[in-house]
């Protein structure tokens, strides 16, 4: 009952009337109902009014719950008296004073009851009674922490009247109540055992308030410690100097972590404590500490409240701005001392306030890692850039950002090397270093080489001028920076540690960046030295949206080279599934976007590459169908010609999807103008069969995604360019296969070319290739320059015959072997006979 | 061995006979001087023929084992008498393709034959042949000493057991006789008028017709003979299953043996099995043997016919 009072709103509360409970406290009649509706109404305003007067909100929350049940037992003690009198009820109304008095009260009157009817030896009442009894204390307590008095001098005298009355003799129902009452009695006596306890103590000094130790009363009693200690700092605050650094540190590294601080106070306190830090030590140790401590604040709705005066539009992104201070600042301070090296694997001193002792090589190490925290920026960094919608302006903005964060990698990068190399400890060996490089490839692997160039540079100018790298050494301008000498330079350091992913990831990288600089043969045979392809399904989905984006790069450089088939080899696997943008890191899998609306949105956008790293789908699509087309339009032709029986073409396996898309044209009953580029190619195609290849190709110019093909209009055009060789050469080849066998005698090579826009050369090449695999039947007239088609006739009845025959002649020839096997002799047929079977 | 004769008119009357009714087959009788009055009991020498009506043909085989044949030969040889031409039965003659002899038939043909006279024997005219080569293809032929052993054992049936014993296989089932002629302007002028134009080129197979019915039919013997082989096969699976059911039967049945003999009872019978199981019979080899010849002898027909632009095909394959 306590529950659905608790659910139960004060609206609901009053038109209660739900027949379950109806029978409870015998109301029937549609009188008390109406009754009850204005009744409980009236005393609802009026409890209103009290919680306005009280101001405690807790108290008002309480009472809100419990006013419902209030009302209603309030007028049903009304029935139960006599016929509804309305004085009655005046008179109720008049007593209300609260919500806790009443219920006291009527504890009280329940309490006076049982003890009448205990007295009365009636123990079927007495135990409806208690149970109505202990309901509404139960209620009380846990709603006001009180034990009405009545109630606990009512259940200590009943235990002795139990005691009492134990052995005497009385009806069977009479004993069965008592048993029943004197176990529930046992129950409550030990519930309230300390109440019970107390008030036979002193019946007389004891008090409905006195304190049951609750757990909220505990918790409030944690707050105003927690209370105390914000005034503590408050009141350090006001007196901050550099003596006070590792005070302050020290209460924040005590309280991080816990429920109840405010991190964004905290926050503020180490930033004025920076503010007034002296020595070296003490700042980095404040922003080792700080830099954390914003992190957790960017992570928890706390920071929509501390950064609200921030002159961003984002929050989050003010936050993030302030990191990037504080690190540049952690940089210049370490920069300027470097006897402090910080360092992942340094010890934790046991006393922050002392300085550490400097190793055999000079150096003081403090414990941390610059790395992590520049990477933890870049994350923060990708989350926040999740959150923009890609095409608006504040995206692009951020998107400058990426300049900063690579600097940033830079300069810890730096550091870390500087750090490793000031305890001569080998760079493969620090698994943080590797994982700051491959961070930084990350970076950069995907942007075209002038990109990478030019943040390349802008960052190491924004780097101090003493500061160099050995791993990458400072270039002397943008025009000398390489990005695959960049990508092999972070590689180095990669491949000589341990980790398979890091180097995984390092492979994966420079393969794509090779396909973007166009050098098609040497992505593949890294790609398939490296042996990923085989291994690549054992690790995690990240590394697998990397292979995938690296393969697809691949292909779309085969494309350019005008390697058709080599694309399509590349692109075909991923781009028949109807996945494509899942695997390639650019939406989330459906499967998983289920659970996550079940799960309520966990990491959603994790696996997600930001929007300037994606791979235009269009782009993909428009490559990998132009290539199907170009292989399928003279395969096509081919099956349909006489001669396919005997080309080895037939055995080749047959591109699905593609297939699928021209059924689908196909069945359409009317075919609009073309305007994705979906229906550009597949236009093209059908056009490209019946041998017209201008119309295709004015078709596959239409395609606006080219323009994405290539960085520049020149490149763009020698990939176009060779892009109507292979068309022309296609159609070409289909026209041949599927028409002029049967129409012509001869051709001329003069004609074709003519009507082709080809050379001659390419014609004849093209040709001789027809001829020597056996797709056409026809001779090459050099002379004359004519392609003279062969007669084709029925192979003589004879030579079928003979090759009847000849399969007839090796039928028998096993049936004798198995008649020798089985032969005469029964050990050796017994033998034999099981191998026969399985033949 | 003996040989054959053919006088020039015997050669003449058949030709004529064999060429009227081509491409149907037809038959007819030789007749030779009785075996006591020839100059060398080793030749015989044909020099009378008499034709049999078609419908003595019976399936595309002649029948001589009917009565109205019998009654037409006696009819025919009594008549011949009465012009005092020889009378002596020497034996038969056929036109087909020589791989047709191999038949039930015919080979039943020949045993009564052989039966009435041993030195009679069956003259193949192959008409085909004969118009392909311009030639006069004839040859003759006589149950072999093999066969008529195993034939004389009455039953119809041959098992491999007999095949063994007398050592008869596909290759041994008759016996060629040599066949001479002599030369007779009238013969040379007939064959000369059937002669065909010999195609030109070397690379051109003489009679692709011909060819191509021999390699037919070679197709339709391998699949009787397949087809015989299959069931001869599943005879040998079904015997080696009942043998292996006897096996288990008499392991079992010695194992009660020495049971009872330890407890000193009898022994129950150890041939009982006998009653209780019954091998499946052997399928006749005989039809096995026929097609087995035949299809040697279509494989010689095919090689003779193709041989000759076979070996000149493989020149000029390496040539290419």
Known sequence: MSKFFQTQGPADGSDFSSSEEEDLYGVSDSLSDSLSDSLSESLSEESDADSNDSGDEAADDAEEGGKAPFTRNKFLKGQGGSDSEDDSSDDERVAVKSAKDKAVDEANQNASSLSEHA??????????????????????????????????????????????????????????????????????????????????????????????????????????????????????????????????????????????????????????????????????????????????????????????????????????????????????????????????????????????????????????????????????????????DPHTTEYLERLRDETKLEELILRAQCYQEFALEANSIPLAQSVVFSRLLSRRIDHIYYKPETAIAATEFAAWSQVPAHIDSKVTPRPENASKINAIALIDELSAVIYEQPSMLLRARAILSKIYQLSLADEFYQARDLMLRSHLQSQIHNSDSLTQVLFNRSLVQVGLSAFRQGLINEALNCLQEICSTSRLKELLGQAQARQQQDQQSQSGGQQPTSLLLPYHMHINLELVECVYLTSSMLVEVPYLANVAGLRSAQSDLRKRSVNRPFRRLLDQHDRQIFSGPSETTRECVIQATKSLQLGDWRYALDLLNKIKAWSLLSPTQESRQKVMNLIEIQLKQSALRAYLLSFCTKAYDSLSLEYIAQDYELTEKQVRQLLVKMIAQDEIAALLDETSRFLVFKTEADPPRAQTLALALLEKTQQMLDRNERLAGDGHVPELAQKRAPRIRSQ | MSSIQLDSAAVYAINGHVNEVFPATCGGILLSTAAGVREDPEIIEVTESFALPSSCIENGVLNLKSKETNAYIKFMVSRLAEVKADTNIAGWYISCSVSNIFDAQVFENMYAMQQANPESFVLVHDVALSKVTGTLGVRAFRLSDEFISVRKTGTSRITTEMLIKHNL????????????????????????????????????????????????????????????????????????????????????????????????????????????????????????????????????????????????????????
């Open chain 1, 119 to 388: 007295s009365k030896l009636d123990w079927i009442s007495a135990l409806a009674m208690f149970d109505k009894l202990q309901k509404i204390v139960e209620r009380t307590n846990r709603q006001y922490g009180i034990v009405p008095k009545q109630f606990v001098e009512t259940i200590s005298s009943l235990e002795t009247r139990l005691k009492e009355k134990e052995k005497e003799k009385q009806s069977a129902s009479q004993s069965k109540a008592q048993n029943t009452l004197r176990q529930r009695m046992k129950k409550i006596v030990r519930e309230y055992e300390a109440r019970l306890a107390s008030f036979r103590e002193n019946a007389e000094s004891y008090e409905e308030g006195t304190p049951l130790v609750s757990k909220q009363q505990e918790t409030e009693k944690k707050k105003n410690v927690a209370m105390s200690a914000a005034t503590a700092f408050d009141a350090l605050n006001d007196e901050l100097t550099s003596h006070t650094v590792f005070l302050t540190l020290l209460s924040v590294m005590e309280s991080r972590g816990r429920k109840n601080t405010d991190r964004a106070e905290q926050a503020g306190l180490l930033e004025r404590q920076l503010a007034v830090a002296e020595t070296a030590y003490q700042k980095i140790c404040l922003l080792l500490m700080l830099i954390p401590m914003r992190f957790d604040l960017i992570s928890t709705s706390a920071a929509k409240a501390y950064t609200a005066l921030s002159r961003s539009s984002n929050p989050e992104f003010g936050l993030w701005q302030q990191i990037e201070r504080d690190l540049r600042e952690l940089f210049s301070v370490l920069d300027s001392n470097d006897t402090y090296i910080v360092l992942d694997t340094a010890a934790e001193p046991e006393d922050w306030e002392v300085e550490p002792k400097a190793n055999k090589f000079g150096k003081k190490l403090i414990p941390g890692s610059i790395p992590a925290l520049v990477e933890r920026l870049d994350d923060e960094h990708a989350r926040i850039m999740a959150t923009y």
């Open chain 2, 169 to 320: 296989n596909y290759t041994n089932l008759v016996v060629e006789l040599f066949v001479c002629t002599f030369e007779n302007d009238l013969v040379r002028q007939f064959m000369a008028k059937n002669a065909p134009v010999l195609a030109a080129g070397c690379l051109k197979v003489p009679d692709e017709e011909l060819l191509e019915r021999h390699a037919d039919a070679a197709m339709v013997t391998m699949d009787d003979l397949n087809y015989d082989q299959g069931n001869y096969n599943y005879y040998q699976r079904q015997l080696t299953r009942e043998k292996q059911k006897i096996a288990q039967w008499k392991a079992k049945r010695a194992a009660e043996n020495a049971e009872r003999a330890e407890k000193k009872q009898d022994p129950l019978s150890t041939e009982e099995y006998k009653t209780l199981f019954k091998l499946s019979e052997e399928p006749n080899r005989l039809e096995s043997l026929l097609l087995s010849a035949q299809l040697e002898e279509q494989c010689i027909q095919v090689e003779e016919l193709a041989g000759g632009t076979a070996s000149t095909l493989i020149p000029a394959k390496f040539a290419i």
